[in-house]
């Protein structure tokens, strides 16, 4: 197996087809450790697919609320070509984060599918101070409607190995404004939220996250970090994905394919609560 690039390896596979068989090339969504640490802490291990790690780590550290402001994140030394530090991130936090105290409680290592392993607590996250996303945005169901075709037009790397998750920030008129994808559904969001966090559009207010695949409760939580009013996935969410989301104030919308979706919470921001109150 040898690599194309950092997001996608190149192997050779048997392939059968209506009784034929044949050796060819295939690609591969590729899975990569990476470590973040703080001076001797580490504050988190996670699978993902490697590309866009200055963002990923961004996003980690403000949606798990180990940094709060951007000034927070002195710096960042990303992976090297190294064997050792080829997938370590070595970040310099401002003295006034208090790492010892929060980053080791927070250590994890996560799989590419399990998000947030062992914190899945609303009263953890209650104790974070979470505060509910902004509640003055509209947003037009038809516009909702039309953004996976987009989210599905930009996944390049899913069209050519079919097994990347991926998470897209709209504003509210619909326009994409950033795509991220990882073997990870909770890395695709982190590193779209990095992206945010690093460009000074922290918080997300009047925005949109789509997710593929389900919303579940990580996603939630991160997405409420973040301060965005509205996430919508393309599957189901988790009961403690809708628990969340309502408690805390956001929309959460599941099953967004076609003319069709489902509205688990705070509809007042789309301009379906009218017609359902008649």
């Known amino acids: 197996m040898r690599s194309k690039s950092r997001g996608i390896e190149l192997t050779q596979v048997i392939q059968w087809q209506d009784g034929a068989t044949s050796r060819v090339q295939d690609e591969l969504a590729a899975e990569e450790p990476l470590e973040m ?3 001797r802490y580490s504050l988190g291990v996670t699978l993902r697919t490697p ?3 200055e963002e990923l780590v961004a996003g980690f550290l ?3 609320g180990i940094i709060s402001r951007p000034e ?24 006034r984060v208090r790492v010892k105290a ?3 409680a927070r250590r994890f290592s996560a799989g590419s599918a399990c998000g947030v392993c062992g914190k899945a607590s609303i009263a953890q996250l209650r ?3 979470l505060r509910p996303p902004e509640e003055s945005t509209r947003f037009n169901p038809d516009i909702l409607c039309e953004l996976p075709e987009k989210l599905r037009a930009a996944q390049a790397v899913f069209g050519r190995t079919g097994g990347l998750h991926a998470a897209a920030l709209f504003d509210a008129a619909g326009s994409l404004l950033v795509l991220r994808e990882d073997i990870g559904r909770h890395n695709a969001v982190d590193k779209v939220i990095g992206w945010a966090f690093l460009n000074g559009r922290w918080p997300l207010s009047g925005h949109i996250l ?5 919303g579940g409760f ?8 973040a301060g965005i009013p509205l996430l919508a996935s393309v599957s189901a969410p988790s009961s403690l994905a809708v628990q969340l989301a309502r408690e805390f104030g956001m929309t959460l919308v599941g099953f967004l394919r076609g003319r069709r979706f489902v509205v688990y919470s705070h509809e007042e921001r789309l301009a379906v609560a009218a017609a359902v109150a008649r």
């Open 37 to 39: 640490r703080a001076g």
């Open 51 to 53: 590309g866009n790690d």
């Open 62 to 64: 403000a949606s798990e």
């Open 72 to 95: 927070h994140l002195v710096a960042q030394r990303l992976p090297q070509n190294g064997v050792s530090e080829r997938n370590l991130v070595r970040v310099t936090l401002d003295p």
């Open 102 to 104: 929060r980053g080791t």
């Open 127 to 129: 104790r974070r101070g």
């Open 210 to 214: 789509l997710v593929s695949g389900r």
């Open 218 to 225: 990580e996603i939630v939580q991160k997405s409420i970090a």
